[in-house]
């Protein structure tokens, strides 16, 4: 007689995810729970909003992921500082808006379900709710047999955050005159990993464990350097400065990204001299023969967010960031537009 099939003869092991879940469930509870109903495990996440000091709430959204950086965690078999990638990505796009982050939902699909590796991506997940101020109220784990090579898994994140009507930045206060504030990235970040990897492992034939003297480490803890986490400071600053855009540069580069929040009167001048690089970029540039201009459409070249404040407002704004452990660099400045003109003008 032919032996009943079950679903973990073709692959997925419910027992498995069971066990899972109570794992997610103790790591979950060392978020911030202020406003979290109930606990992971649920259909859906209950999140009970606090508006006793917003006039006219608005709920602001986010999902991304961490792109092909992720292969590199694989690589480095190393687990546990991927998901505060996948926080901070989500986090500091709803964060230019000016709203606070509340809830955070993760994505986990793999081929086979490995319970240490899971536990490891969702710790990471965790350490970004942390520093992002923000409840890890749920989220999907998906055993997808033959949809996966052995070892690898996907991951999204969706976050939701709060501001009010009033106090949304849109870049609609930006005019001519005002000064860009950048502050420092801690490296790649999350984008451009595909030209990464092409640059190290297949043009220059290194192994993540290759040690790079320029860096002072091996390639793949310097690819591996989690994405900072603007939360805290921003958040702090925009209380009682008077910041009127904020970018977050991810993939495009500042060129890209900087556009996104600029009326079509204005364009930026950005000195290219401003502000210190970290080495891993002139390590890429020279080690893929990148041109310049393709750099800064690229990669983020040691500026992770910039701030557009009034002139007047520089001094307190830069001091305000160094006083919270932030780098800040003043990299430009934002011109009147003549016709069609490109918004963006490099300076050397």
Not at 10 to 24: E, F, P, R, S, Y
Not at 221 to 247: C, F, M, N
Not at 327 to 333: E, L, M, P, R, T
Request: a negative charge; charged letters at 20%.
């Amino acid at each position: 007689m032919t032996k009943p099939l079950t679903y973990a003869d073709a692959g997925v092991d419910i027992d498995k995810a069971n066990n899972l879940v109570q794992t997610i469930k103790q790591i979950a509870n060392n978020t911030p729970r202020s406003g979290v109903m109930g606990e992971i495990g649920g259909f859906g996440g209950l999140y009970s909003l606090n508006l006793s000091n917003v006039e006219r709430p608005v709920l602001v959204s986010s999902t991304d992921g961490v792109g092909t950086k992720l292969k590199v965690a694989f690589m480095m078999n190393r687990h546990d500082t991927i998901g505060i990638d996948l926080v901070a990505m989500c986090v500091n796009d709803i964060l230019v808006q000016g709203a606070k982050p509340l809830f955070f939902l993760d994505y986990f699909s793999i081929g086979k379900l490995e319970n240490h590796v899971a536990a490891a991506v969702i710790q990471g997940v965790a350490e970004g709710c942390r520093q992002a101020q923000c409840a890890l109220i749920g989220g999907e784990t998906a055993e997808m047999p033959g949809l996966y090579s052995d070892g690898e898994y996907d991951l999204a994140g969706f976050a939701v955050g709060l501001v009010d009507n009033e106090k949304i930045i849109d870049g609609s206060f930006i005019r001519g005159g005002h000064q860009l504030v950048g502050i420092a990235s801690s490296g790649l970040h999350s984008n451009g990993f595909s030209l990464v990897r092409k640059i190290c492992f297949d043009t220059l034939g290194l192994r993540v464990d290759s040690f790079v003297e320029s860096l002072g480490a091996s390639i793949g803890e310097v690819l591996l350097t989690p994405t900072r986490i603007y939360v805290d400071s921003v958040l702090s600053l925009i209380k009682d400065q008077p910041v009127h855009g904020l970018a977050h540069i991810t993939g495009g580069g500042i060129t890209e990204n900087i556009v996104r929040i600029l009326p079509q009167a204005c364009k930026v001048r950005i000195r290219r001299d401003s502000w210190d690089v970290p080495p891993v970029f002139p390590f890429l540039q020279k080690g893929g023969g990148v041109e310049e201009l393709e750099m800064y459409r690229t990669f983020n070249m040691g500026i992770g967010m910039v701030a557009v404040v009034p002139e007047n407002a520089v001094s307190d704004v830069m001091d305000r960031l160094r006083i919270m452990g932030e780098k800040a660099f003043v990299i430009g400045d934002v011109v009147p537009r003549e016709g069609d003109e490109p918004q963006v003008l490099w300076l050397d």
